[in-house]
C-alpha cells in the first residue's frame, strides 16, 4: 500500500511539472527567428546576464551574437513583447559585456548594456581592455599600483584617449620585466 502511495505522488508530480516545461519553451520561440546567412567564428569571450531570467550568470559567448540570443540563452522569467531601447535586441554582444533585463507586467523589456568589471575579469581570465579601464581600476590589476595607474591613466588621455599595449613602454614606471607580465592580462 505504501508503495502504490509513493507511485501516485511520483506521477502527479510529473504531471504538474509537464505545463511548466511546455509553456517555459513556447516562450522561447517569440524572438527565434532563422537567420538567412550565419558567420561562424571562433571568437569567444564571456558575458554576463542579469536580471529577470532564470539563469543569471556567466556564459561563454562566441562572435557575432546578439542581445537577444543573450536574452533567450538566460530565459525570461516571462514573456517579452518588446525590447528597450529600440533596436538593442540585434546589438552584437563583445567578449565582457555585461547584460541587464528588467521585464515589467507588459512583457516590456529594459535592457541596460554594459561591461564586466576589471576585477570580474581579472577572475575569470578575461583580457581587459585598456582603452576602458578607469585609474582606479587600473589601480586595481596586478603589478600596477596607485602611481603607475595614473601615470598610463594620464597618458592614455594625452593620447586622444587610446592606446596600445605596446605604449606601455613608453610610459615611466614600466620597463621591459612590468610590460612582459602586464601585456599578458591586455
Request: charged share 15%; glycine share 10%; net charge positive.
Amino acid at each position: 500500500m505504501e508503495r502504490c502511495r509513493h507511485l501516485i505522488f511520483v506521477l502527479l508530480a510529473v504531471i504538474a511539472a509537464i505545463p511548466v516545461f511546455v509553456t517555459g519553451r513556447r516562450n522561447l520561440k517569440t524572438f527565434q527567428e532563422p537567420a538567412a546567412f550565419s558567420v561562424v567564428s571562433s571568437a569567444r569571450g564571456y558575458v554576463r546576464i542579469s536580471g529577470d531570467v532564470r539563469h543569471p550568470g556567466m556564459y561563454l559567448w562566441g562572435a557575432n551574437k546578439m542581445t537577444i540570443d543573450a536574452i533567450l540563452m538566460a530565459a525570461p522569467l516571462q514573456p517579452i513583447s518588446m525590447l528597450e531601447p529600440a533596436g538593442i535586441g540585434s546589438v552584437p554582444l563583445g567578449a565582457g559585456a555585461a547584460l541587464h533585463v528588467v521585464i515589467n507586467s507588459g512583457g516590456r523589456a529594459l535592457v541596460t548594456l554594459g561591461t564586466v568589471p576589471a576585477s570580474e575579469r581579472l577572475v575569470m581570465g578575461m583580457p581587459l581592455d585598456i582603452n576602458a579601464l578607469s585609474e582606479a581600476e587600473l589601480d586595481n590589476v596586478p603589478g600596477i599600483g596607485p602611481v603607475l595607474a595614473r601615470n598610463i591613466f594620464q597618458f592614455r588621455q594625452n593620447n586622444g584617449g587610446r592606446m596600445d599595449v605596446q605604449d606601455l613602454l613608453l610610459i615611466d614606471g614600466v620597463g621591459e620585466k612590468k610590460f612582459m607580465s602586464l601585456r599578458k592580462l591586455f
